[in-house]
């Protein structure tokens, strides 16, 4: 499975940059996400909890950031087990500069699932890509919102 797109942020690319790398930020806008501990420099794991369509279940996960071009791009490596199934993604992401308020974040992704997540069907598990992305991203600018708020 894999995917792409883009966002309109409503912050400057250092803001975005910012926010991307802490993982308070990361942990509020991951869904389900009930623990995320940075247990080595730009490595985390994560306790998660999805309950998405027929992708439901916890899952522990390991999230590691590499190819770190600061403040412009990265690629984030994502494993994860639970009950229902695995997975393991490479997601890119990369910031551009609109202007001192607004930055385009750049995303895509390949995906591989396992067990019995993967038997669900690849139409159905796109559309909990999606559901996912979103998400995220809802929450994600909420988190801008946060830290642009306290300045």
Same mark, same amino acid.
């Given at each position: 499975?894999?995917?792409?797109?883009?966002? %309109?942020l409503?912050?400057?690319?250092?803001?975005?940059?910012?926010?991307?790398?802490?993982?308070?930020?990361?942990?509020?806008?991951?869904?389900?996400?009930?623990?995320?501990?940075?247990?080595?420099?730009?490595?985390?794991?994560?306790?998660? %909890?999805?309950?998405?369509?027929?992708?439901?279940?916890?899952?522990?996960?390991?999230?590691?950031?590499?190819?770190?071009?600061?403040?412009?791009?990265?690629?984030?490596?994502?494993?994860?087990?639970?009950?229902?199934?695995?997975?393991?993604?490479?997601?890119?992401?990369?910031?551009?500069?609109?202007?001192?308020?607004?930055?385009?974040?750049?995303?895509?992704?390949?995906?591989?699932?396992g067990?019995?997540?993967?038997?669900?069907?690849?139409?159905?598990?796109?559309?909990?890509?999606?559901?996912?992305?979103?998400?995220?991203?809802?929450?994600?600018?909420?988190?801008?919102?946060?830290?642009?708020?306290?300045?």
């Open positions: 499975m894999e995917g792409k797109g883009k966002i %309109s409503p912050a400057s690319v250092e803001q975005s940059w910012d926010v991307l790398m802490d993982p308070e930020a990361l942990k509020n806008s991951i869904m389900g996400c009930k623990k995320l501990d940075v247990v080595a420099e730009n490595k985390y794991e994560a306790d998660i %909890s999805m309950g998405v369509a027929a992708v439901k279940g916890d899952y522990f996960s390991t999230i590691e950031l590499t190819n770190i071009q600061k403040p412009e791009s990265y690629r984030m490596i994502i494993k994860g087990d639970g009950a229902s199934g695995s997975i393991e993604a490479i997601a890119d992401v990369s910031l551009e500069a609109v202007d001192e308020t607004k930055t385009i974040l750049h995303y895509s992704y390949e995906a591989e699932v067990g019995k997540v993967a038997m669900v069907g690849q139409r159905m598990l796109g559309g909990v890509a999606k559901l996912v992305i979103k998400d995220f991203f809802k929450k994600f600018e909420k988190e801008l919102k946060k830290v642009e708020s306290s300045r």
